[in-house]
């Protein structure tokens, strides 16, 4: 069994910065198990994409609205990857929920992840 636990959400100004963090557990995760993968739903609003690293850490890949914005990276911190969001404005407003699949490289689809966690609230004001 995995279990992921996102952390780090909140709100903030349009302009600012925020960094979640997500903490992997269970008999058989370990850093290299799994390529993780960001996505977020707003109100009304299916789950989207927004951004994947592979399980070695080498390989990423963002959604358009994220590129330059936003860092995703494995953690220092065994099992945790975390996404670095700069810049924010009031349309990532979002849950946000993080999400491991089997997959050696990342991928954009819901459907091919296996684990996802609770979500954390990130609210962003004009």
């Known amino acids: 069994q995995v279990q992921l636990v996102e952390s780090g959400g909140g709100l903030v100004q349009a302009g600012g910065s925020l960094r979640l963090s997500c903490a992997a557990s269970?008999?058989?995760?370990?850093?290299?198990?799994?390529?993780m993968g960001w996505f977020r739903q707003a109100p009304g609003k299916e789950r989207e994409f927004v951004a994947a690293?592979?399980?070695?850490?080498?390989?990423?890949y963002y959604a358009d609205s994220a590129k330059g914005r936003f860092t995703i990276s494995r953690g220092d911190v065994k099992n945790t990857v975390n996404l670095q969001m700069n810049s924010l404005k009031p349309e990532d407003t979002a849950v946000y929920y993080c999400?491991?699949?089997?997959?050696?490289?990342?991928?954009?689809?819901?459907?091919?992840?296996?684990?996802w966690g609770q979500g954390t609230q990130v609210t962003v004001s004009s």
């Open positions: 999400a491991a699949t089997g997959k050696f490289f990342p991928t954009i689809r819901l459907s091919e992840y296996d684990y």
């Open positions: 690293i592979s399980r070695n850490g080498a390989a990423t």
């Open positions: 269970g008999r058989t995760f370990t850093d290299y198990n799994y390529s």
